[in-house]
């Protein structure tokens, strides 16, 4: 049986000081995995993309059909034998599932390699088929993983829905 | 010029740009809150520095970039590029310029991010172990 070991758990909504909390508090439960250089950093990276999205995207929704919805955004990262899993949650509008779907789909569908490709050519003329600077967190994440990022969404009410996200890192 | 110096934070860069020496370096780690915000005057600086230069200022000597970072967000990357094309455009204008793109040791990540950048920008950088 695969254990799964919770490694750290945030429940609520971000001011940016709190992303520096919560890189101290993980950077502190990991330290005793004695994790190779290149794991640890990619952990922070996806750490810090993750949180940063969830900020910036909280800035973008303070809309009281979201914020006085019951579930806040969260942020856990979990620890099996062979892999970190790192999980966010936070609500969207529904009307803008299919972007973000369609978004994730494109990174899901290319090599390392082609991702590399697209980020590039991001930085270097910020030409991408989405709005937003989300874009280049996901595409940062998929780039860390080298697996595909595990996502789906809850319908919460007729506006409003739940965007789950998974990451996995692997220790190998 | 008047040197540019924005001392570092837990989360932004210290800035150094020193137009005496003719030294330039970013070092810390970079994931401020607004990237354009925190880059602006770094990006003015170097706009101003290169006009002046255009305008038939001594070119000679090397003009060295030095990058000291240990993490920098995906909103960085597009103004640490930004930082680096206008030192093409100090190429294009005859200046010699190196790029040092420190590292440490077994941080694969950070030595693929410099070798990335340098693909993009097609300057050769000198990767150095700190």
Redesign the interface.
Same mark, same amino acid.
């Given at each position: 049986m695969n254990q799964k070991e919770v490694v750290i758990n945030f429940c609520g909504y971000l001011k *940016?000081e709190t992303?520096?909390d919560i890189l101290s508090d993980l950077k502190e439960q990991i330290s005793k995995y004695n994790l190779? /250089? /290149?794991i640890h950093?990619?952990i /922070?990276?996806v750490t810090? %993309?993750s949180l %940063?999205n969830m900020y910036k995207y909280y800035l973008n929704v303070k809309d009281p059909r979201i914020s006085n919805n019951s579930r806040p955004p969260i942020f856990m990262v979990e620890k099996t034998e062979n892999e970190f899993l790192i999980h966010t949650g936070n609500t969207l509008f529904k009307k803008d599932v299919p972007v973000l779907v369609e978004r994730l789909e494109i990174i899901n569908n290319r090599t390392k390699d082609e991702l590399?490709e697209l *980020?590039?050519n991001?930085?270097?003329d910020?030409q991408f088929s989405m709005k937003g600077?989300a874009g280049?967190?996901f595409? %940062?994440m998929a780039k860390?993983s080298g697996h595909k990022l595990d996502f789906y969404f809850e319908e919460l009410d007729d506006d409003v829905s739940y965007f789950n996200l998974a990451v996995k890192i692997t220790l190998n | 010029m008047k040197q540019l110096i924005i001392p570092k934070t837990?989360?932004a860069p210290r800035i150094n740009f020193d137009s005496t020496n003719k030294t330039f370096e970013v070092t810390g780690v970079s994931?401020p809150?607004n990237a354009m915000q925190f880059f602006e005057p770094a990006l003015n600086w170097l706009e101003a520095y290169i006009d002046e230069l255009s305008k038939g200022s001594n070119v000679e000597g090397t003009y060295i970039l030095t990058f000291r970072l240990t993490?920098f967000?995906?909103?960085s990357?597009?103004f640490i590029?930004r930082i680096l094309e206008y030192f093409k455009r100090l190429q294009l204008l005859g200046c010699q310029i190196q790029i040092d793109w420190y590292y440490?040791?077994?941080?694969?990540?950070?030595i693929e991010d410099g070798e990335?950048l340098s693909?993009?920008i097609d300057i050769p950088f000198n990767f150095v172990q700190k």
């Amino acid at each position: 049986m695969n254990q799964k070991e919770v490694v750290i758990n945030f429940c609520g909504y971000l001011k *940016y000081e709190t992303i520096g909390d919560i890189l101290s508090d993980l950077k502190e439960q990991i330290s005793k995995y004695n994790l190779k /250089v /290149v794991i640890h950093k990619k952990i /922070v990276t996806v750490t810090i %993309e993750s949180l %940063e999205n969830m900020y910036k995207y909280y800035l973008n929704v303070k809309d009281p059909r979201i914020s006085n919805n019951s579930r806040p955004p969260i942020f856990m990262v979990e620890k099996t034998e062979n892999e970190f899993l790192i999980h966010t949650g936070n609500t969207l509008f529904k009307k803008d599932v299919p972007v973000l779907v369609e978004r994730l789909e494109i990174i899901n569908n290319r090599t390392k390699d082609e991702l590399k490709e697209l *980020y590039k050519n991001i930085i270097t003329d910020g030409q991408f088929s989405m709005k937003g600077g989300a874009g280049l967190g996901f595409i %940062e994440m998929a780039k860390m993983s080298g697996h595909k990022l595990d996502f789906y969404f809850e319908e919460l009410d007729d506006d409003v829905s739940y965007f789950n996200l998974a990451v996995k890192i692997t220790l190998n | 010029m008047k040197q540019l110096i924005i001392p570092k934070t837990d989360f932004a860069p210290r800035i150094n740009f020193d137009s005496t020496n003719k030294t330039f370096e970013v070092t810390g780690v970079s994931r401020p809150e607004n990237a354009m915000q925190f880059f602006e005057p770094a990006l003015n600086w170097l706009e101003a520095y290169i006009d002046e230069l255009s305008k038939g200022s001594n070119v000679e000597g090397t003009y060295i970039l030095t990058f000291r970072l240990t993490y920098f967000n995906s909103a960085s990357a597009r103004f640490i590029f930004r930082i680096l094309e206008y030192f093409k455009r100090l190429q294009l204008l005859g200046c010699q310029i190196q790029i040092d793109w420190y590292y440490d040791k077994g941080d694969d990540i950070i030595i693929e991010d410099g070798e990335d950048l340098s693909k993009a920008i097609d300057i050769p950088f000198n990767f150095v172990q700190k």
